[in-house]
C-alpha cells in the first residue's frame, strides 16, 4: 500500500467521483449496521461510527467528514432528533480518521491503535462540551455516569468529570472501532482501493 | 431490521401537511425552549407538540418510542440531584446520598427541553415517509446529489440488514458462537461484518457505473418524476413556526 507517503499537500486531496458519492452512503449503512449488530450482541459500545472510519480510510478526510455529517443528519431525521447535537463529533472523527490514514497510521495494527486513540480524545473533546450543555455533563453510559457522580462529589471540576465521563465510554469503543475499520479496509480488494488512490507517482503493487 | 425510520401510516391533517412545512415546524419548535430559556414557554411549546401528536394519530407510538429513555432521565434527576454546582438546599436524604432542590430543578428543565425537542421531532418523524422528506428537500433547493445520497442510505440500510440474517446464519451453521461472554460475542462481530462490507462495497461499484451510464455526472438542471407537494396551510404553518421562535427570542431579551 502506497497510503500516507504521499507529500503534505495531498493529506486533504480528495477525488470526487461519482463512486466516491456511492461510497457515502454504503459507510452510513455501515455505522448503522454496526450499531445494529452491537446491540444485537448485547456489547456494552456503541460502534456506531466504523462506517465513517472506514470511508475516511479509503477515500480521505473530507470524505470521512461528510459521511459523518449525513450519517447524522440522516439519523436526526429518522430515528433520534438528539444526534443532530452530535454532528460536530462525527464530522471530527470523519477528518481525524482521514488525516491519521494519510499519516500512515494504518499501515500496521500497533499503529491503527495510535490512530484509535488519537480519534477517541478527539470525539471526547468535542463531545463533553455538548453532554455539559444538553445534560449537565452526563453521557446516559451507566459506567461514565457513575465515574461522573463520584468524582464530582469529591470536588473535582465539572468540566473534568464530565470529560472522563466521555474518555472512558470513547477509548474503548473508538480504539475497537478504528480497529474493526482498519481489519475491513485490509480485505478490501485492491481494485476497489485504487480507483480512491490520488496522483499517478504512488506504487501500486500489481495484482 | 424494519425500514428506516419512525413513520406510521395513518391518514390525519398531519399527514397530509408537506414534509417541508413539517421541518420547519419542528426545528422552531425543538428550538424555542433554547433560546427562551424558561420552564413555563417549554412547559406551553411541549404541551402544544403534545396535541399535535393527537392530531397526528400517533400519542400512542410517540410515547412508547420515549419509554426508552426513562431509564436514563431517572438517573439525570439522580446525579444532577447530586452533584448539580449551585446545590444548597437538602430535600431528600436516601443514605449517605442527598438530593438537592437546585439540583433536581436542574434536571427537571433538562428533561423538559429534551422531551420537547424529541417531541417536536416526532411530529415530523412519525407522520413523514423519510424518503419523501428528502425528495421535497431537494424541491426546495437541496442539491440532487445529497438528495441522492440521502435517499440511497435509506434503500441501503434495509437490504444490508436483510443480508446480515443471512451472514449470520451462515457463519452459525459453520459454528460461529454468537452466545455467551463478553468476549465471544465480540468476536462474533468481525464475521459478520466483514463479509457484509465488503460485498456492499463491490456492489457499490456496480451501483456507481450504472448510475454515471444514466447520466448521474452530467451537468445542467435536472426535472423530476414527482411535482412538490402543495398544501394550503405550507405558508401559514413555516409563518407561525418562524414567529414563534423569534418570539421566543424576544421573550429572553425583555425579561
Redesign the interface.
Known sequence: MATGTHSQVSIWATRW???T??????G???N???K???QA????LW?DS?GTV?TAFIAGPWVGALTGA?NN??Y????D??SFWYFITSVGIGLVAGVMARLGFIRSTARAVVAGLVVALVATVVSFPINIY???G?T?N?WG?AL??AL??RGVP?WL?SFLDELVVDLPDKVLTVL?AF??FR???RR?LS?FQLGEGDAQPTA | MRPVGLYVERRSPLHALDPVSKLVYATCFALVPFVAGDLRVTAIVLCVNLSLLVLGRVLRQGLLALAGVGFFLGTLFLVQGMVYPGNATPVVRVGPLVLYQEGLAYALWLTARFLNLTLAAFVLLFTTRPADLVEELVHAGLPPRTGYVLLSVLQIIPSMAARISVIQDAQRSRGMETEGSLWVRLRAFLPVLGPLVISSLVAMQERALALEVRGFGAPGPRTSYRLPWRHRFAWPVRLLAVTALIGALAWRIMR
Open positions: 467521483t461519482t463512486l458519492l456511492v461510497l457515502i452512503p454504503v452510513i449503512a455501515v448503522f449496521v454496526g445494529y449488530v452491537a450482541l448485547r456489547l456494552p460502534l466504523i472506514l449525513l443528519i440522516i436526526g431525521l429518522t430515528v432528533p438528539v444538553l445534560w449537565g452526563q446516559g451507566v455516569d461522573f457522580a464530582t462529589l465539572l468529570a474493526l481489519g475491513l480485505a478490501l480488494p476497489l480507483q
